[in-house]
Structures are given as C-alpha cells and as structure tokens.
C-alpha cells in the first residue's frame, strides 16, 4: 500500500484508535502446487465453513477494517470462494488476492472483474519456465500462470508479480524483469525465506548469501531506488523482511511495523495471529469475537508493547538505521520477540558497506551469543500501558 499522504493519515487515525485497518485471511493451507520453499501444512485440519467465514467478516467490518487480503495455500481451491467475495465486497471491504493464478479462467477474470476486485498478487519464481516449475513442482505451472496474467489485465485488474528470491532463481532475475516489463505489470522480489509453521527450519537453507545479492542491489536496472529518484516503468520493489499486511507509512515511528496494532492475520481455522510471520496465537474465532481477541488479549497486548527504543541489543545498534528487523522472524528465528537474529543482522551490515559504512558491525555481532539474548517477554509495565491504550 503506497505510503500517500491521505494514507499517512489513515494509518495515523487507525494507530490513535486501535482500528485493525488491514487484515490478512487465509481461506485455506491446501495448495495444488509443493513450492520447495513454503511455510504451510497443505492438509485441511479443519478450515472454517463458508458460515463461520461470513460471521469473521462481518466482525471485521463492524471493527473497522477496510483492506482485506484474501490468501492461502490457493483460494481459488475453494468452491465458495466467488460467494465469499461477493458478501466481502457487500459489506465494503477494498479485496486484494494472492493467488498461483493455475486455476483462474477468463470467466473467473470477468466474475472478480464484476465484483470489483481490483488487484491480486500472483507468485512466479522465474522467467523459465523450467526453474519456475521445478520450485512449484509442478510441470507447466508457469505457463499456466502466466496466461492467468495475461486475461486478468485484459480485464483492467491490477496485477503484480511476486517473487520469493532463493538459491534457485537469483540468476534469473534480469529475465524476471523483461518479463514483467513485457506483460506489463510490477514485480516484488522478496528476500525472505521463512521457517515453516512447525518449527522446521530446513527451508532457510534455501537462503542466498547476503554476499550474492549485493551486485543485484547494485545493479539500477533491478533495484530502481539506485536511478536517484527516477521512475521505473514497472515499478519494481525490494523486500528484505517480512511487512505485515504491506502497509508502510512514516507514522509507525518507535512501533517495529503494523502488526496488532493496526493489522492482524487470520487462518483457516480461525485462529487469530498479530501477523502471518508472527506465532503467537492470540485467540480463535470459532471460540470468542474479533473484538474480544483483538482488544483484551494478552499476547496482542504484549506484542503493542514492543519499542524499538527498548529493544535490549538492537536499539543500541550503531547500523540500525539500515536494518529490516522483523519481530515475527526475530521470535521464530531467534525464539525472542524483543531479541536481534542473524540474518537481519548480517543483511543489515551488508546494506550499511552498500552505503558507504567501513567495518560495519552489528551490536549483536559485537558482543557475546550467550549475552546477546533478550528477554521472552514484554516487560509486565509495558503490557499494562498497552492493555489501558487498547481499551
């Protein structure tokens, strides 16, 4: 979401008040491609019923939220996904969707062109359709994929390339590109590689070297943001962490990013977290309210209490300025919501000698592993400030 003015103030109000602006729901973990790098279980445990998902919604609107992401595993496995999108957009939410695109027809493009929906985020790991089919797994993904691209831009949608960058596809990403130039939409290319929900951390290993990624930064056709303010036709974006719902503005300040203050992420089972990086289940909503959850539970109130001024290691920081500190990835990384962890820190200082910094250390690497460790929770006054702000 574009950092406007009229969205600064947005974000401003909803941050003063408390209002969940941004939501991100995942309908279902089930998933027709086996992506080498994703987080999810694809079985179904149980995924909320078109009823209960109706319910949520209406909770939702009643609390304030305007911008719902529909995601998953793949929405469009859902049989009652067009209903559900039709009573989002009934109560007035502004729908955006994540979506592989294998299931999408030129019919389904004209049903969500009907609907209002406007933009949906499309993953495609490479411009060869080799590589990207051996990452999802499955043989002609990617041209199917992109022949999804092709009729949702004839139908006026919004579309954007999403690329998670790994170890298979960094060379590729020139190609990527052309690519995205030539079908005419932006592209995110995405730095981060996330554990898998259960704890499994094999999937890091799939992580380029922050030494390999300093010459594409470099480079002013991939990263724009080096053409010193000129624009870029595609308008192509970095990411080096995870952002909680992809709303950015300035008026965050000391708060580390969106998460339980003004967004919050919903899975298939109704279970309530402060953001999709964020493990730390609040509450679920076949058992109480949106509301109840999002206002009184203890573990989003812990979670507001979060400063970055207060932050044990990373405050101190003499290169802080050039970190994408995530305090989802820092607790399922480091297992410490307030703590540093490593590849933030070693991308941090790889960003700082591209800025010109000598020697550039982060505090975490100055001092001790076994000292370096923050506390696991929130400072019981800093809780009781945040529960008093919520109510």
């Not at 999108?85 to 299931?103: D, E, G, I, Q």
């Not at 027809?105 to 933009?119: D, V």
């Not at 990403?173 to 094999?202: C, F, H, N, R, W």
């Amino acid at each position: 979401m574009p950092d406007t003015p009229l969205m600064d103030r947005v974000m401003r109000r909803s941050l003063e008040t408390g209002v969940p602006i941004g939501v991100h729901f995942d309908l279902t973990y089930r998933c027709n491609e086996r992506c080498v790098h994703c987080y999810l279980d694809h079985e179904d445990h149980g995924e909320l019923e078109t009823p209960e998902i109706k319910r949520i919604l209406e909770q939702l609107a009643e609390a304030g939220t305007l911008m719902l992401t529909f995601s998953g595993g793949e929405i469009f496995l859902r049989g009652d996904l067009f209903e559900l999108l039709a009573f989002a957009r009934r109560l007035h939410f502004n729908v955006s969707l994540k979506s592989n695109a294998l299931l999408i027809t030129p019919e389904h493009a004209e049903r969500l062109k009907s609907l209002g929906i406007r933009r949906i985020q499309i993953s495609i790991y490479s411009a060869d359709a080799a590589v990207h089919d051996a990452i999802t797994k499955v043989r002609g993904s990617f041209d199917r994929s992109i022949r999804a691209i092709r009729f949702l831009k004839s139908q006026g949608m919004q579309v954007k390339i999403a690329c998670p960058l790994m170890k298979q596809n960094i060379a590729g990403l020139a190609q990527l590109q052309s690519l995205a130039e030539e079908l005419g939409v932006p592209y995110l290319i995405d730095m981060t590689i996330t554990p898998k929900l259960d704890g499994d951390m094999s999937v890091l290993a799939l992580r380029n070297a922050p030494e390999d990624l300093v010459s594409l930064l470099r480079d002013p056709k991939l990263n724009p943001a080096q053409l010193a303010g000129a624009g870029s036709s595609t308008g192509a974006n970095w990411e080096a962490s995870a952002v909680s719902s992809g709303i950015e503005s300035d008026a965050y300040e000391d708060i580390p990013c969106s998460a339980g203050h003004n967004s919050c992420y919903v899975s298939p089972y109704g279970d309530v977290f402060p953001c999709v990086q964020m493990s730390i289940a609040a509450g679920n909503l076949r058992k109480q309210s949106f509301q109840e959850i999002w206002r009184h539970s203890p573990q989003m109130n812990r979670v507001r209490a979060v400063r970055e001024s207060q932050l044990p290691v990373c405050a101190g920081c003499s290169i802080r300025q050039f970190c994408e500190r995530c305090p989802g990835l820092a607790h399922m990384e480091g297992g410490d919501l307030l703590g540093a962890y490593e590849r933030a820190c070693e991308l941090a200082e790889m960003t700082a000698r591209f800025a010109g910094v000598k020697n550039p250390v982060s505090a975490w690497h100055q001092q001790p592993r076994s000292t370096s460790a923050a506390r696991a929770f929130i400072p019981a006054h800093l809780v009781q400030i945040a529960a008093a702000q919520a109510r």
